[in-house]
Structures are given as structure tokens and as C-alpha cells.
Nanobody
Framework: QVQLVESGGGLVQPGGSLRLSCAASGSIDSSTIMGWYRQTPGKERELVATITSGGSANYADSVKGRFTISRDNAKKTVYLQMDSLKSEDTAVYYC????????????WGQGTQVTVSS
């Protein structure tokens, strides 16, 4: 059973940066596509970035050019570097493995809160 633990969130001023980490424990195939999601109260969880085992990345338009997803397969860890943060980036951030439709492979972790405010 795979467990996901997100960390690295916090309070940051607009224009600032944060780096999130997602550590996976258990049996996870290194070929699994991984992604970062975010959710604000009253809204559905939004997929903001994905990365293949080979490092190919895709981003939601709302974060393109500001966020960078990366992974270390040996450490079973996925990262999200967030730069030029805006107030609308405020959310709880989660990682998981996207699959067909809106489904994911693993149980959701606790997420990490990112708050962008002056």
C-alpha cells in the first residue's frame, strides 16, 4: 500500500517562492506518472502539474511558467517548485498519480497548506 506525505507548505508573500515535496512509501512503480493537485474550500481538486518517469512535464495554464515539477525516482519523491506566487495560488496541495478520467491510483495524503498573502 502506497502512502503519500506532502510537506513544504507555509505562508509566503506574493511574488515569493516555495518548494513542496511529496514522499511516497510502499511499493510504487518508478514508471508511474505523478502529479500535483490543489484544492480550495468549496472547489474541486485541480490538477496543476504532471510528470512522467522520464521527466516530461505538463502544467495547467494557471501555473505555466511559474511552477516546475520534478521527481527523484530513487528517493520516490516528487517536487513542486513554485515561483512568482500569487494570492490565487493559496490552497492545500496534494500529490497523487493521475489515471483515466479524474481518478487517481493512491489514497490521498494529508496535503500541505500554501498561503500567499502580504
Amino acid at each position: 500500500q502506497v502512502q503519500l506525505v506532502e510537506s513544504g507548505g507555509g505562508l509566503v508573500q506574493p511574488g515569493g517562492s516555495l518548494r513542496l515535496s511529496c514522499a511516497a512509501s510502499g511499493s510504487i512503480d518508478s514508471s508511474t506518472i505523478m502529479g500535483w493537485y490543489r484544492q480550495t474550500p468549496g472547489k474541486e481538486r485541480e490538477l496543476v502539474a504532471t510528470i512522467t518517469s522520464g521527466g516530461s512535464a505538463n502544467y495547467a495554464d494557471s501555473v505555466k511558467g511559474r511552477f516546475t515539477i520534478s521527481r527523484d525516482n530513487a528517493k520516490k519523491t516528487v517536487y513542486l517548485q513554485m515561483d512568482s506566487l500569487k494570492s490565487e495560488d493559496t490552497a492545500v496541495y496534494y500529490c497523487n498519480a493521475p489515471t483515466l478520467g479524474r481518478f487517481v491510483l493512491f489514497t490521498w495524503g494529508q496535503g500541505t497548506q500554501v498561503t500567499v498573502s502580504s
